[in-house]
């Protein structure tokens, strides 16, 4: 049963997506999620951004000045609040099917609601996303889980590709340097 203060973050989450959308379609970012709840420091509205290419300093300012400017002008939000605006990171949310098909061969972390072979814990391969399902391999097995019972699930650092990487390019900055 969702509570009055549940229905109060609600609307306001709602009310922010509607006014972010077309300032973010200005400027090619989408949104990867908006959280509006209470810390320890006070209630924070937190916006948290993409774009091909992945999402500078220079872009959070200036979408956190024309939102903030938005949220004045509409002031719905009666308590003070902090306003952040972010990149998703290394570690990105992964939240719809579009999501986990534009991540396809990443190294991802599921946590699910219910069990899916006596395990609620993923860390693995995406191999697919289709009809409202994922494809994970995980220790050389294939695990499909339905989207529906995707808990969390976000991108996870694979050290491993990024030191054979790292390894690619000494090597062939030192045949470089030979010649």
């Known amino acids: ?6 229905m109060m973050e609600r609307e306001i989450v ?6 972010v959308e077309p300032i973010l379609l ?8 908006i959280e509006y709840r209470r810390e320890m420091k006070g209630w924070v509205l937190r916006l948290t951004l993409d774009k091909e290419g992945g999402v500078t300093l220079d872009d959070c300012t200036r979408i956190s000045q024309e939102v903030g400017r938005s949220l004045d002008v509409e002031d719905f939000i009666q308590a003070p609040y902090t306003l952040e605006v972010s990149s998703p990171g290394l570690t990105r949310p992964l939240k719809s099917e ?12 599921v946590k699910t609601v219910d069990p ?7 860390r693995g391969r995406l191999l697919g996303a289709s009809e409202n399902r ?3 391999e995980v220790d050389g097995k294939i695990f499909q889980i339905p989207l529906s019972n995707v808990a969390k699930a976000h991108l996870e650092v694979d ?7 790292s390894t690619k390019k000494d090597t062939i900055s030192g045949k470089l340097r030979r010649l």
């Not at 049963?1 to 549940?6: H, L, V």
């Not at 899916?116 to 993923?122: A, D, I, L, T, Y």
């Open 159 to 165: 050290w491993d590709a990024l030191r054979k990487e």
């Open 14 to 19: 709602d009310r922010v997506h509607a006014m």
């Open 26 to 33: 200005d400027e090619r970012m989408e949104l990867v999620n």
């Open 134 to 136: 994922i494809e994970m």
């Open 116 to 122: 899916v072979e006596n395990r609620r814990q993923f």
């Open 1 to 6: 049963m969702i509570n009055a203060k549940e």
């Open 98 to 109: 579009k999501d986990f098909v534009k991540y396809l061969n990443s190294l991802i972390k």
